[in-house]
C-alpha cells in the first residue's frame, strides 16, 4: 500500500532521531495502519475508501499523541525549572552565609591584630600621642564594621575603665543599618597592665544564619512543589 508508506514517510521526515527506533516505529504504524485497512474493508468499504479513513483516523490519534507528549514535555521543562531555581537557591544562601561568617572570622583577627599594635604605640605613657590618634582614627574610619571605638588609661585608677573619662573615643557610624535591621553588636575590650582597647564592631553571625534559614525554607518549599506537580505528571500519564 503505497498511499500508507508515503503518509508514514511525510510523518517522519523531519525526525532525526535514532534510525532503528524510528524504523520500528514507522514498521509499527504501518502494521496499526495496515490492519485498519482491512476491518474497513470487512465493513463494505472500498480499498482507497478504507486507507483515506485509516489514514484519517489514525492521524487524528496521532495530533492527539503530539500533544499530549508536547504538554508533557513542557510540564517536564517547569519541573526542571523549579528544581534548578531551588538548588541555585540554596547554593547561594550556603556561599552568602559562608561570605558572612568568614567577615566575622576576619574582624576578629584584624581587631586583634589592631589591639596588639594600639598597646605598641601607647607603651607607658598615659597621655596618646597625635600620631597615634591619627593611626586609630584611620583605622577606625576605614573599616566598615567598626562603629566606635574607646581607649582608657588604668594604670592609676583600674575603675577609670568603667566610670572615668575615655582618653580617646570614636563613633564612625559604620554599619548602622547592618546594626540596626540585620545583624548584632560585638564589643570587645583588650586590655594590658596600662591601657584598655575597647572595639565595637558588626556582628554578622546571626545575618548568615538568617541568610541560610531563608534559603532552605524557599528550597524546601520549592522542592515540595516540584513533588507535587511531578507526582501529578506521572499519575496522569499513567492513567492515560
Request: zero cysteines; a negative charge; glycine letters at 4%.
Amino acid at each position: 500500500m503505497k498511499q500508507i508508506d508515503q503518509y508514514i514517510n511525510s510523518i517522519y521526515k523531519e525526525t532525526n532521531g535514532n534510525k532503528q527506533e524510528t524504523k520500528e516505529l514507522k514498521e509499527e504504524m504501518k502494521s496499526h495502519l495496515i490492519e485498519a485497512v482491512h476491518e474497513l474493508k470487512e465493513e463494505g468499504h472500498t480499498e482507497q475508501k478504507a486507507i483515506n479513513i485509516a489514514i484519517e483516523r489514525f492521524g487524528e490519534e496521532h495530533e492527539v499523541s503530539s500533544m499530549i507528549l508536547k504538554l508533557t514535555q513542557v510540564k517536564k521543562k517547569f519541573e526542571k525549572k523549579i528544581m534548578l531555581s531551588a538548588i541555585s537557591i540554596v547554593l547561594l544562601g550556603t556561599v552568602l552565609s559562608v561570605f558572612f561568617l568568614l567577615m566575622d572570622w576576619n574582624n576578629a583577627v584584624e581587631r586583634q591584630n589592631f589591639a596588639n599594635d594600639v598597646f605598641e604605640k601607647l607603651g607607658t605613657q598615659s597621655e596618646i600621642s597625635e600620631e597615634t590618634e591619627q593611626y586609630m582614627t584611620a583605622f577606625a574610619e576605614s573599616n566598615i564594621s567598626i562603629y566606635e571605638m574607646n581607649v582608657t588609661y588604668i594604670k592609676d585608677d583600674p575603675s577609670q575603665e568603667f566610670f572615668g573619662p575615655v582618653n580617646y573615643s570614636i563613633k564612625t557610624g559604620n554599619g548602622i543599618w547592618f546594626i540596626n535591621y540585620l545583624t548584632t553588636t560585638d564589643g570587645k575590650d583588650y586590655r594590658n597592665e596600662y591601657w584598655v582597647v575597647d572595639i565595637w564592631m558588626t556582628k554578622y553571625a546571626y545575618l548568615a544564619i538568617g541568610i541560610l534559614s531563608v534559603s532552605l525554607s524557599i528550597f524546601l518549599a520549592l522542592f515540595l512543589i516540584w513533588a507535587i506537580i511531578k507526582r501529578y505528571r506521572i499519575k496522569r500519564e499513567f492513567n492515560n
